[in-house]
């Protein structure tokens, strides 16, 4: 009898310890991998009722990436960059735009930040004639935020089903292995969207002298949503509080063959030295309603929002050289598609490919647990039933691995929902309809000063005077004509070109 009591017992204390285990899990909160808290786990966002699925749903790209990847595949790549840990302090209140805590006035985040070249492989010279990366890693208490970004407002192309062309034609040869203008300006030949962003790239703001040196810029619009669901577009701006300074085209050669770690060399000499560099953060907002009052699409990638004032809202401030490179610039992995509560995706068609593609290239480099990483893992909490795959040591426990369940579910709040998007019209494979390609170039070029008019001309001519594809040349200097009549003419001079043929073609251009 007394064996039987005994049994009994220890059955209710076995019992009692389960109810207790059940109830930790129902107070606990459903989140992405970065700590996100998620709003429903029952359906994809689609485009209308009836519609397709979307490829911005983060959250379903990521639960399908984590499933896909539960058998440990085989293995591979990525480029040169400078790493740096620092913090973000909020001094704005802006509750009427956005939810995100990370800009509660007075809130203190800690970042890390990657600069990085992009065409150049791991070993190249940083002096390169190249955007340079600015990607910022908010570890935010909604989960990890990344801001990324480059040195520029703008981009080369609109729609991302073009971003493997482009990396494709301005990486190397694939029979040489080198870089060739020739293939460069072959895709920019066809692609004449890129004329404002060659522009940009080509002036001595486009060879900065160091990453303290140099703004950067989210490219894209993103939404804010406030606590009432109420949305605004912004576009996100970090100003150099050291200034902007470049390299002169004729300074370059020199600047390479005494350093060419220039960049990293120069910002953790400033950071050992006490000398911590700072950008000031800025945004651009406009009302949905106001996105079709421009003459070019507002969306578009390759333009500025021009006449919309900037205001202030936080300052980042970098402090401290990481003790081991590899674990900290190397493991860092960064995707837009990482965002908190009150920022979401607008509808830019090149971010809506940079949000699947960069998780993913993320997930395939580094394996399917990267965010497991220290460098990438959240400052809060993450709980989902993502499971297993390669390098796992996440402490998830017990069987319940799924998601409803009775027995241990993970509680999921409305108000994390992302927002409702209205939209029109049918499924399409168009492009847009206000391209307006070439004035901002112009506008731009007009801005610049008489040394550095000439010192875009000739940093451009150096390579587009390279291009042995007569066509090809001809069709970029009637871009940069059409942009500016005195731009295009001293490009034209610069490269021995037939001004009147560059005229001709130029009358032809739209926008």
């Known amino acids: 009898m007394d064996r039987i009591v005994k049994k009994l017992a220890r059955t209710v204390l076995s019992i009692s310890i389960s109810t207790a285990v059940i109830n930790i899990a ?53 480029a040169r960059g400078t790493g740096a840990f620092g913090e973000f302090v909020a001094n704005a209140d802006i ?32 002096q390169a004639r190249d955007p340079r990366g600015f990607a910022v890693k908010f570890y935010t ?42 293939l460069a300006f072959d895709f920019f030949a066809h692609t004449p969207e890129a004329t404002s962003m060659l522009t940009h790239l080509y002036t001595d703001e486009g060879m900065p002298d160091s990453y303290r040196h140099m703004d ?15 949305v605004h577009y912004v576009k996100f701006h970090w100003k150099s509080e050291q200034g902007v300074q470049g390299i002169r085209p004729q300074d370059i050669a020199t600047s390479v063959g005494r350093d060419w770690n220039l960049m990293t060399d120069d910002l953790y000499g400033a950071l050992k030295a006490g000398s911590d560099p700072k950008w000031d953060l800025y945004i651009q907002v406009l009302n949905p309603q106001d996105l079709s009052k421009f003459d070019f699409d507002a969306l578009d990638d390759t333009k500025i929002w021009t006449g919309v004032p900037e205001r202030k809202i936080g300052t980042l401030t970098l402090n401290r050289v990481p003790d081991n490179y590899f674990q900290s610039t190397e493991e860092s992995a960064f995707a837009p598609s990482r965002m908190v509560p009150g920022i979401e995706a607008s509808e830019d068609r090149m971010l809506q490919g940079r949000l699947f593609a960069y998780a993913d290239t993320q997930m395939y480099r580094l394996g399917a647990n990267y965010n497991d990483l220290p460098i990438n893992r959240p400052r809060v909490a993450v709980t989902n039933d993502n499971q297993d795959g390669k390098m796992n040591y996440g402490d998830r426990q017990g ?60 940093a451009l001519a150096g390579d587009l005077g390279r291009v042995t594809n007569d066509a090809n040349k001809y069709t970029m200097l009637s871009y940069f004509y059409k942009a500016d009549a005195d731009y295009g003419t001293r490009l034209a001079h610069a490269v021995h070109a037939d001004l ?12």
């Open 26 to 78: 129902y107070a606990a909160s459903l989140t992405n991998d970065n700590g996100t808290p998620v709003g429903d786990n029952q359906n994809s966002q689609t485009a209308g009722p009836a519609g397709p699925v979307l490829l911005q749903d983060s959250h379903l790209i990521e639960k399908l990436q984590r499933f896909d990847r539960e058998r440990i595949p085989e293995r591979v790549v990525h």
């Open 95 to 126: 509750t009427d735009l956005t939810k995100a805590q990370v800009f509660t006035p007075g809130t203190t985040t800690p970042v890390f930040v990657r600069f990085s070249t992009v065409m150049g492989y791991r070993g190249s010279p940083e």
């Open 141 to 182: 208490m909604q989960g990890n935020w990344d801001l990324v970004g480059i040195n520029w407002p703008i981009f080369f192309i609109r729609d991302a089903i073009k971003f493997p062309d482009f990396v494709h034609a301005n990486k190397p040869s694939a029979v040489t292995g080198v870089q060739d203008p020739n």
């Open 216 to 230: 950067g810029y989210g490219v894209h619009a993103f939404k804010f949503v406030n606590a009432q669901g109420e």
């Open 399 to 458: 069987e319940i691995n799924y998601e409803p369940s009775g027995i241990a579910e993970l509680a999921q709040d409305p108000k994390d929902k992302m927002v409702n998007t209205p939209l029109s019209g049918t499924t399409q494979q168009e492009a847009i309809h206000k391209t307006l390609d070439f004035r901002q170039a112009g506008e731009y070029y007009r801005t610049l000063s008489p040394r550095d008019k000439s010192d875009l001309v000739t």
């Open 500 to 511: 009147s043929r560059v005229q001709s073609l130029a009358a032809r251009l739209d926008g």
